[in-house]
């Protein structure tokens, strides 16, 4: 069964370090979201992705995220520098349709960063 | 107003019972409506999805939908042991650069005991 891929499965860093995630989204899916997932709440959307564009980033803090799909296939995310707020599990979810509400996103496994 | 509210719970049954998950949202414009399950450390996995008014049943779990009270309910009938987990409501509109958005609620932790 496909699956979305995310590596590292864990990272540890110190605050003010660069850190980077990746995914791999199921293959033909055209919708790639990144959310973070702080400990006891709801997953909350970062960045959504439509093929290479970017179509929602409204709730990226951009002073120190970034995210970039280049061929419209793997992403990756990016925190420089690291603040200690931003320990949280990080979650890459692909689905296939291109338009429309009727949406099923697939979960990968998640990155969970520790800040310390 | 949290746009998705949840019960945090935690909601305890005992083996066999029927759990009732209940989530609420603010968004009109709001289309489709998801319920995940997340075991702990792990990510959300879909176990139904409902679009139309009424309810929609998969197996042991009904998923119940009413537009106008903005109201969405996930029932669980003869609970197990595995169904411990925190279960998180999430609706998603249409239209504009937000379409497929999901909004989570903050998730409601069921725990069934044998």
Redesign the interface.
């Known amino acids: 069964e496909a699956e979305v891929a995310q590596s590292p499965r864990y990272k540890i860093t110190e605050k003010s370090q660069a850190v980077a995630f990746w995914c791999d989204p199921i293959s033909g899916h055209a ?1 790639l ?1 990144w959310y973070r997932q702080i400990l ?6 970062l960045v ?1 992705f439509q093929d290479e564009s970017v ?2 980033d ?1 709730q990226l803090p951009k002073d120190r995220f970034s995210a970039e799909r280049l061929k419209g296939v793997d992403s990756t995310l990016k925190i420089q520098p690291a603040e200690l707020g931003d320990s949280a ?1 990080y ?1 890459c979810a692909s ?1 296939s ?1 291109r ?12 990155t ?1 960063l520790t800040v310390l | 107003q949290k746009e ?1 509210e949840q019960n ?1 719970g935690p909601l305890s049954v005992p083996e066999g019972a029927i759990a009732s998950l209940n989530c609420t949202y603010s968004d009109r414009g709001s ?2 409506f ?1 319920w ?1 399950r997340q075991y702990s ?6 176990i139904m ?1 409902i ?1 139309s008014n009424g309810d929609k049943e998969d197996g042991r779990f009904t998923a119940q939908l009413n537009k106008a009270s903005q109201y969405v309910s996930l029932l669980i009938r003869d609970s197990q042991p595995s169904d411990s987990a925190t279960y ?1 409501c ?1 609706v ?4 504009g ?11 409601t932790i069921l725990t069934v005991h044998p």
């Not at chain 2, 998603?92 to 239209?95: D, E, I, N």
């Open positions: 919708t979201y006891g709440q709801g997953p909350e959307l959504q179509v929602d409204s599990m979650l689905s349709h338009a429309g509400s009727y949406n099923e996103q697939f979960f990968g496994p998640g969970r | 998705v945090s289309q489709s998801f995940y450390g792990k990510s959300p996995e879909l999805f679009y998180l999430a998603s509109r249409a239209g650069t937000s379409y497929g958005k999901l909004t989570f609620g903050q998730g």
